[in-house]
Each structure stands twice: as structure tokens, then as C-alpha cells.
């Protein structure tokens, strides 16, 4: 049957190219890696690892089973946080990281759900860009993360979506952007672009460059005051332009054939440390009401 050890032997050494990498990364001799992943093998019925070159390399069957492996090595990560958790006592610490991108219009109902059932609690909340909130995440240095969707999330993060906001292009009223309606998109790659990034030089999936000539912010309201005062043209939630837009001060690029307007997902996403524990689950449940009449 197979044990454990054997799992995180095939693992490892996937992720780290070599049986000797793997016997590294899990502290433990070689031997005993190339043996666990032999015994695996012979549980199995079949091979794992093609020998023949320099570094091992998955089989198709080694292709088919990784990710049943992965699964099962997560899930008894799981067991042994919820186990430690049970035992040291449920935290009553909760720390929040939003983007600041991400409407709050109901955040307040959802923190007094929460104190409600459990009055004892204490609430931390921390702003900053999406990608940085993952790595917060990850990391156990927030608990809970509201952000908009991201393709790459680390193995493990849960996630659920919770809404949807409003994006679209926009510029300031003086800007030479604004003062025709442009033929296509790539009259925008002759003006600067703006656009929101990490403080570790990350961006979002949805905030490319396509202009050569870039600036960079880590949040949407420093990016909204350069759109305002001409410094080039941006990607904004528009919930967060909206004063802008009824005072003139901005308005949404003027473009002839094409549609801007998008919606980004958002996602709350929480360590499986604290996902499965019930002050964690009921905090979640209450942002799921977060962005309800927006």
C-alpha cells in the first residue's frame, strides 16, 4: 500500500528535478528517496521516472499519477493544521488584506456577523494590490485576502468568487487621448500608460503593458490622481472614478469600434490553515455579501 513517505519522495523529486534535490529538500538521504520511489513503483505496477538521461523524467503513467499524489499530500497538510489548530485552541485573530480596487460598501455588516457570534475577536485589515494580498496569503501573514481573480493562485490557497467589478479605460478630460476618438487600440501605445503592480514588481493578469512608455503604482487611488492630472491613460474600477467621471475631471477613453468595458472577478481566498475553521468559515460566508447592490 502506499505509504506517506513514498508520495512525498515522487513529489519532490518532480519539483526538484533529481532524486538527490528531493533527498535535500526532505532532509533525508538519496538511498532512501530512489527506494520509497522503487517501492511506489511496485505498489503501482508500473514506472514512474524514465532513468535513461541525466535527470529522471515522468512517464506518461508518473504524468497521470502526480496529481492524485499532489491531492493527498495537501490534504494531509490539511489534517495536520486542522489537528494543531484543535489542540492550541481556535484563533481569534483575523487579519483582512483587500485590494484597494475592491468595493466595501458592506464590509461593516459582514465584521458585525462576525463579532456577533464571536464577540471576542480582533480584526486586523491591510490594503494592498492583489498579487501582493496572495503573497500575504501564502504566507500566514494575512488569514483572509479579497482580491480580483488571478490565473496563477499557489497550490493550496482556497478560493471562492464572490462578485464581480466594473473596469474601463480612462483618461484625463485635457488629455490628447480625449480629445478624439480613437481609430483603434494601438493609438494608445503612442501615449504613457499607467498601471497598478505589486511592491515586489508583480502585475495583475488584467494590467499589461502595451505602451512602451510605462509608470507604475501600487494602488488604484495614486493611479487614478496621475489619470486626472494628465499623465496618461489607466485601467480603473469604476466604481472608484465615478466622482471623477460626474465632475469631468476624467472620461472614459473615446475609442471608434471597440468595447473596453470588462468585469473582473473577485475571489476571497484564505490559508487552508484557517479556511476550514468555523470563525474562518463565517467570515467568509458574510463577504460573500460584500459586493451585493454595488
Known amino acids: 500500500m502506499f505509504s506517506l513517505e513514498q508520495l512525498e519522495a515522487f513529489v519532490a523529486t518532480v519539483e526538484t528535478g533529481s532524486f538527490s534535490s528531493a533527498a535535500r529538500s526532505l532532509n533525508k538521504v538519496q538511498s532512501a528517496i530512489s527506494q520509497h520511489i522503487m517501492n511506489l513503483e511496485i505498489d503501482a505496477g508500473f514506472t514512474l521516472f524514465d532513468r535513461s538521461g ?14 492524485y499524489a499532489e491531492a493527498t499530500l495537501q490534504q494531509h497538510r490539511r489534517l ?16 483582512i488584506a483587500i485590494d484597494e480596487g475592491v468595493p466595501l460598501h458592506h464590509l461593516s455588516k459582514a465584521i458585525d456577523a462576525v ?4 464577540p471576542g475577536v480582533n480584526f486586523e485589515f491591510l490594503a494592498a494590490s492583489s498579487v501582493d494580498i496572495i503573497e500575504l496569503v501564502e504566507s500566514k501573514r494575512a488569514s483572509t485576502g479579497i482580491i480580483f481573480s488571478e490565473v496563477d493562485l499557489p497550490k493550496g490557497i482556497d478560493f471562492e468568487s464572490i462578485g464581480q467589478v466594473e473596469f474601463d479605460v480612462y483618461v484625463a478630460s485635457q488629455h490628447a487621448l480625449a480629445q478624439s476618438t480613437a481609430e483603434n487600440l494601438e493609438t494608445l501605445t503612442l501615449h504613457r500608460q499607467l498601471i497598478v503592480r505589486s511592491k515586489n514588481s508583480k502585475t495583475s493578469s488584467f494590467q499589461k503593458a502595451y505602451s512602451p512608455n510605462v509608470w507604475y503604482a501600487d494602488n488604484y487611488y495614486i493611479l487614478m490622481d496621475l489619470i486626472a492630472n494628465g499623465f496618461g491613460w489607466g485601467v480603473l474600477p469604476k466604481h472608484l472614478v465615478q466622482p471623477l467621471l460626474d465632475s469631468g475631471a476624467i472620461i472614459r477613453l473615446p475609442v471608434k469600434f471597440e468595447q473596453l468595458t470588462w ?17 474562518h468559515t463565517r467570515l467568509r460566508a458574510e463577504i460573500r455579501t460584500l459586493l451585493r447592490g454595488s
Open 54 to 67: 541525466r535527470y529522471p523524467t515522468l512517464t506518461p503513467q508518473g504524468k497521470q499519477l502526480l496529481p
Open 115 to 118: 463579532i456577533e457570534q464571536y
Open 263 to 279: 468585469y473582473a472577478n473577485v475571489d476571497v481566498i484564505q490559508h487552508p490553515a484557517f479556511s476550514a475553521l468555523p470563525i
Open 80 to 95: 495536520k493544521q486542522g489537528i494543531t489548530q484543535i489542540f492550541e485552541d481556535e484563533h481569534t485573530d483575523l487579519s
